[in-house]
Nanobody, 127 residues
Framework: QVQLVESGGGLVQAGGSLRLSCAASGRTFSSYAMGWFRQAPGKEREFVAAISWSGGTTYYTDSVKGRCTISRDNAKNTVYLQMNSLKPEDTAVYYC????????????????????WGQGTQVTVSS
């Protein structure tokens, strides 16, 4: 069982930066691939970024490539999403997700592949 708690959201002007954090409970955090998703009002949840349990492999949706960086600190049971050059279209509730992974380079991009989800943190980017 893994419990996830996101933090770091807020209101920021376009062009600004935020760093989201997702703290996980449990002693086996390093066995889980992690992902970030977001859901804007009236839209479906979409994939943002993913990272393997080793941290050695990352993957991003095209709309955030070059602006966002996913990372993790397995000693702190935390995964991060650094977001730069934020745009109004980045406004959404951001969720982190976890799924156990048996391969150091594996990650998941589909929401249905993840078992554990956090409660979300709101990111609002003003123009």
């Amino acid at each position: 069982q893994v419990q996830l708690v996101e933090s770091g959201g807020g209101l920021v002007q376009a062009g600004g930066s935020l760093r989201l954090s997702c703290a996980a409970s449990g002693r086996t955090f390093s066995s889980y691939a992690m992902g970030w998703f977001r859901q804007a009002p009236g839209k479906e949840r979409e994939f943002v970024a993913a990272i393997s349990w080793s941290g050695g492999t990352t993957y991003y949706t095209d709309s955030v490539k070059g602006r966002c960086t996913i990372s993790r600190d397995n000693a702190k049971n935390t995964v991060y999403l650094q977001m730069n050059s934020l745009k109004p279209e980045d406004t959404a509730v951001y969720y982190c997700a976890a799924e156990i992974s048996y391969y150091s380079g594996s990650y998941y991009v589909l929401g249905d592949e993840y078992t554990y989800w956090g409660q979300g943190t709101q990111v609002t980017v003003s123009s």
